[in-house]
T-cell receptor, first 116, second 111 residues
Framework: GAVVSQHPSWVICKSGTSVKIECRSL??????MFWYRQFPKQSLMLMAT?????????EQGVEKDKFLINHASLTLSTLTVTSAHPEDSSFYIC????????????FGQGTRLTVV | DAKTTQPTSMDCAEGRAANLPCNHS???????VYWYRQIHSQGPQYIIH???NNETNEMASLIITEDRKSSTLILPHATLRDTAVYYC????????????FGSGTRLQVQP
């Protein structure tokens, strides 16, 4: 299947700093990518939909100024957690689907963020 | 997207078939059944999907009832590496929309 790669796999940062997570589609172009967050023992929750060349769409309750999403190319979307706090510690996962529309989505390996 | 119901957890002996059920009684005619799994601390992995016919690939088989209100994912010879949370997701095969994850079934393969 198609490959979606996330970097880094894990990161530890201090409170108040910002962290950038990259999501790349390695063998296909993705006009749309999705960002999820998963807390321990919970399911994946959609945070936002990243659209190439336009603004991201955020789910209700997700602060767009705190979770900055940039989708500057057809193979790269980035999620920046700004002014991170310990409650932002979570597992962040991106996904993308190759064309045509509706094809099964593929997921990155996830990024474990720990804010200390 | 139609709601799905899955058992919270299941056990299976290594080498035996694992049969994971999913109820989706409100499924619409244009909605597909997708199965993903998530091994601990990894991103979800696509397994299989289908509309109304049974499907099989190198990982698993998907059996969908004639009325499409339920389905079963079959792992023919479960191994310890199949221990994971399995998600059954129903959604229309159109649009660039995200998948909605429920609680899934935690499958524990026992040696």
């Amino acid at each position: 299947g198609a490959v979606v790669s996330q970097h880094p796999s894990w990161v530890i940062c201090k409170s108040g700093t910002s962290v950038k997570i990259e999501c790349r589609s390695l063998d296909f172009q993705a006009t749309t990518m999705f960002w999820y967050r998963q807390f321990p023992k919970q399911s994946l929750m959609l945070m936002a939909t990243s659209n190439e060349g336009s603004k991201a769409t955020y789910e209700q309750g997700v602060e767009k100024d705190k979770f900055l999403i940039n989708h500057a190319s057809l193979t790269l979307s980035t999620l920046t957690v700004t002014s991170a706090h310990p409650e932002d510690s979570s597992f962040y996962i991106c996904s993308a689907a190759p064309a045509p529309e509706g094809t099964e989505a593929f997921f990155g390996q996830g990024t474990r963020l720990t804010v200390v | 997207d139609a709601k799905t119901t899955q058992p919270t957890s299941m056990d299976c002996a290594e080498g035996r078939a694992a049969n994971l059920p999913c109820n989706h009684s409100t499924i619409s005619g244009n909605e597909y059944v997708y199965w993903y799994r998530q091994i601990h601390s990894q991103g979800p992995q696509y397994i299989i999907h289908g509309l109304k016919n049974n499907e099989t690939n190198e990982m698993a088989s998907l059996i969908i009832t004639e009325d499409r209100k339920s389905s079963t994912l079959i792992l023919p010879h479960a191994t310890l590496r199949d221990t994971a949370v399995y998600y059954c997701i129903v959604r229309a095969y159109t649009g660039r929309r995200a998948l909605t994850f429920g609680s899934g079934t935690r499958l524990q393969v026992q040696p």
